[in-house]
């Protein structure tokens, strides 16, 4: 009888778990989360601290006991503490009762996801112990925000990535006066070039929000908050200002939990186990290992635009490569895709989609990209409605690869990520997707769909090129 331990269950950990059930339904599979719940969907924490949810058991899409159904051993508010990857054997401590035991394994996933950044700033430790700062991760740090959104009239949000702009989006909402800062130079920098990220910002002015862009935050200080309680609030120093709130909130971004395992494993210089295409982890020396595996979070993904290793720690990531392993556990046979890394987000009534990378990413890691940008019409003038989209694809100059794209509309225009996800991942250039066939009717697009137009004025633009060259 084979024996895999699975430590986490969140979203990798959960259908890590199925998967070899479904793959192996002999096994025995013992699954060890430090929570009380699995499958959290954290990405609705916003929308939660908005009041836009209709239900908090619905963020759940599985729970314990359905995974007990499946045949898995749960093994919940279990805090794994010493993993012995060459010794097959794992210590696991029960968090209710504090006893520990040792459990041995034949096969080890590792599915430990992530952590909120919390970096070495002078005031944050505090300000997290007092509850003056708040993470935001998993369900309770989801509860703890929503019932300090009832209270508070102000807040500061650290991070302008996703999780940052999408809580100062929904706390704006409730009329809470948010400041929203960053280091980079503009919110949503890491994914969206400026055509998309000028709009973002202007959104955000419209509501009320506070930027302070290109702002290093060094340290975090008690202050009196709006209900006159001394050190019941927080002022964020930055290099550049202060802002004083009722709370702030870290939403910059996640680290890899991979302490237990970082030294016995290849990993990046962060700590992201560094998996094959069969999810399978390697020794430090980098000899793989046939019964080791990882997922989600805690891993790498493969990037294709690139094609390199790097942390995208993103949901559909997780789910993707945690499949594979029931795929692979008894022995290699199926091999993982890669990703895009295509995400989309909805602030107020703008909605923003990208897949790939950003010419100022490609500009960064050296790659001689270009980029147009276009804006059009999502659909013929003569309907009673329609409006402007702002579509970027980037390319590589000398094959016209397409390496990514972001689009921004008040109109859903997230789908066309993923059209462009699919066309990296195919290798397409800009000329294929040129010349790719695209519905069209009046309801939903113009006789040209604007990715199509999009692609024609990229190919235009690098045939242009190629000729002065050439001349």
């Known amino acids: 009888m ?19 059930l479904r793959n192996h339904p002999d096994w025995t599979v013992d699954v060890f989360e430090k929570n009380d719940t699995v499958s959290f969907l954290s990405c609705g924490i916003a929308l939660w601290a908005g009041n836009h949810v209709s239900s908090t058991e619905k963020m759940f899409y599985t729970s314990p006991e359905e995974l007990e159904e499946t045949g898995a051993s749960m093994h919940m508010r279990t805090e794994v503490t010493d993993i012995d990857v060459k010794g097959k054997r794992l210590n696991a401590t029960d968090l209710e009762t504090g006893k520990s035991k040792q459990y041995r ?33 998993d369900f309770n740090d989801g509860k703890r925000i929503v019932e300090r959104a009832k209270k508070i009239k102000s807040v500061v949000v650290v991070g302008a990535g996703y999780i940052g702009c999408e809580l100062a989006e929904q706390l704006s909402t409730r009329d809470i006066k948010v400041t929203l800062v960053d280091a980079l130079p503009h919110v949503l920098d890491n994914n969206y070039d400026k055509s998309v990220t000028d709009q ?24 009196t908050g709006s209900d006159g309680v001394a050190d019941s609030g927080v002022t964020v120093v930055t290099e550049l200002g202060e802002y004083t709130a009722d709370l702030a909130v870290m939403g910059a971004g996640f680290v890899p939990n991979t302490s237990l395992v970082a030294a016995q494993l290849r990993t990046l210089g962060y700590g992201a186990i560094i998996v094959d295409k069969y999810m399978r982890a390697a020794t430090p020396e980098n000899d793989v290992l046939d019964d080791v595996f990882a997922a989600g979070d805690c891993a790498t993904v493969h990037f294709n635009p690139t094609n390199t290793d790097e942390y995208r720690p993103l949901a559909t990531n997780a789910i993707r490569e945690a499949m594979l392993i029931g795929e692979n556990i008894d022995e290699p046979t199926k091999t993982y895709a890669g990703t895009q890394a295509t995400s989309a987000v909805q602030l107020y009534d703008l909605s923003m989609s990208s897949s790939g990378m950003t010419l100022d990413l490609a500009d960064r890691r050296h790659i001689e990209a270009d980029s147009v940008t276009i804006q059009e019409n999502y659909r013929p003038e003569f309907m009673l409605s329609t409006t402007p989209v702002t579509a970027t694809i980037v390319y590589d100059r000398a ?47 113009q006789p040209v769909n604007f990715v199509s137009s999009l692609a024609i004025t990229a190919a235009d633009k690098r045939s242009k090129d190629l000729e002065g060259i050439e001349e």
Do not use: W, Y
Not at 419 to 444: C, E, R, W
């Open 2 to 20: 084979t024996t895999v331990a699975v430590i986490g269950c969140t979203h990798a950990g959960t259908f890590a778990t199925t998967s070899i």
């Open 105 to 137: 394994f034949d096969k080890l996933v590792i599915t430990t996801g992530s952590s909120p950044a919390a970096p070495f700033i002078q005031g944050l430790r505090e300000a997290l112990d007092n509850g003056r700062a708040m993470l935001c991760k």
């Open 200 to 223: 973002a910002e202007a959104a955000f002015e419209e509501h009320g929000v506070t930027l302070a862009m290109n702002q290093k935050v060094v340290a975090f200080r008690p202050e």
């Open 399 to 445: 094959t016209g690869r397409i390496l990514g794209a972001q689009f921004a509309a008040k109109h859903d225009i997230s789908m066309a990520a993923n059209l462009i996800s699919v066309a990296i991942q195919a290798g397409f250039t800009v000329d294929q997707l040129a010349s790719t066939d695209m519905l069209f009717q009046p309801n939903f697009d």
